[in-house]
């Protein structure tokens, strides 16, 4: 079992940054991959960004140059710097973590971004 906990979303103007914070616990040693997805009502999930555990990462078009995803391994951390922020991007944002066959997601948290 592998636990996320998301923190960091808020009420951003545009333009401006958020950086997300997902921390994992549980059996983390068995993590091959994390990332961030995002949704909006009526819509399904997107992924935004991955990273895996050799540190090779992924990102939607949407948001590449803008956001950056990484992992702080002596903390359990997963983070996404998100700059230039859009009204586009305003969604619920989800960490997920692919440990063994099972996939994992946090509760998710709310970046609301104001034109």
């Known amino acids: 079992q592998v636990q996320l906990v998301e923190s960091g979303g808020g009420l951003v103007q545009a333009g401006g940054s958020l950086r997300l914070s997902c921390a994992a616990s549980g059996s983390i040693f068995s993590i091959i991959m994390m990332g961030w997805y995002r949704q909006t009502p009526g819509k399904p999930r997107e992924l935004v960004a991955h990273?895996?555990?050799?540190?090779?990462?992924h990102y939607a078009d949407s948001v590449k140059g803008r956001f950056t995803i990484s992992r702080d391994n002596a903390k359990n951390t997963m983070y996404l710097q998100m700059n230039s922020l859009k009204p586009e991007d305003t969604a619920v944002y989800y960490c997920?973590?692919?440990?063994?066959?099972?996939?994992?997601w946090g509760q998710g948290t709310q970046v609301t971004v104001s034109s």
């Open positions: 997920n973590a692919l440990a063994g066959p099972t996939y994992y």
């Open positions: 990273i895996t555990s050799g540190g090779s990462t």
